[in-house]
């Protein structure tokens, strides 16, 4: 049977030459054929591909999908990939912490040199600016690490799960369990630069208490027995 053209992809129906193929693959029930296995050359857009067909074998035929055969897997993979966002975010939190931590520590260790520029002359706004400037830049020298190391990671994934297998003696992917050969990955950019802009965010939120600790220190208190 030659491929049909359905909503611009091309989709092929199997073809079967005699009663014996027919029942060795399972699609003749008595003498009723019982199950027509369509192949499409797009199959992330199998709904809008389906969609005629399924409104020509409506009340006749059961239409179903590989998306929807599989719809237990895909909810399983998208209650994970909630999971590792919400542990992704835990991990920036901790690095923000750390930043807010070295800030504060930094303030704390410099408070007479601070002093002294404000009494040199130096307003509370540069004071905060500085403070801000420094947090914001390790914040942005950390994501832009964290981008680098996670795209090298991503495009040496199956030789780092193949490394860990030979480490631990653990077969970590069985294509015959997962049906897959490789630990397969497909970069979102949205995703990618909602975590670049979140990590950007908590790193500035980061900054503004130790700034404003900065820019609130009194000078002649802290110059007082000097």
């Not at 857009?45 to 055969?69: Q, Y």
């Not at 994934?157 to 297998?165: F, G, K, L, M, T």
């Not at 897959?180 to 950019?189: A, D, F, G």
């Not at 503004?208 to 000078?219: I, V």
């Amino acid at each position: 049977m030659e491929p049909v053209v359905v909503s611009g992809s091309t989709v092929s129906l199997a073809t079967l030459h005699n009663a014996s193929e027919v029942r060795r693959k399972g699609v003749l029930i008595g003498d009723t054929v019982g199950m027509i296995e369509v192949k499409t050359t797009d199959a992330d857009r199998v709904e809008e591909i389906m969609a005629p067909i399924e409104r020509e074998l409506r009340g006749t035929a059961v239409v179903n999908s590989w998306k929807t055969i599989n719809s237990t897997l895909f909810e399983a993979l998208q209650v994970e990939r909630v999971a590792m966002f919400v542990v992704l975010s835990i991990i920036v939190l901790v690095a923000v912490f750390n930043i807010l931590s070295s800030l504060i520590m930094l303030v704390r260790a410099k408070t007479r040199d601070i002093a002294i520029l404000r009494t040199m002359g130096a307003s509370r706004n540069s004071m905060l600016r500085i403070f801000m400037t420094v947090g914001v830049t390790i914040g942005a020298l950390g994501t832009a690490a964290g981008l680098a190391l996670g795209f090298v990671f991503l495009f040496f994934r199956q030789s780092v799960v193949n490394a860990i297998q030979f480490v631990t003696g653990q077969n970590l992917w069985d294509p015959s369990i997962r049906f897959l050969t490789e630990l397969p990955s497909k970069t979102n950019p949205f995703e990618v630069l909602a975590i670049v802009v979140m990590a950007m965010a908590f790193s500035f939120l980061a900054t503004l208490y130790p700034a404003f600790k900065a820019a609130s220190t009194d000078p002649v208190q802290v110059l007082r027995y000097e």
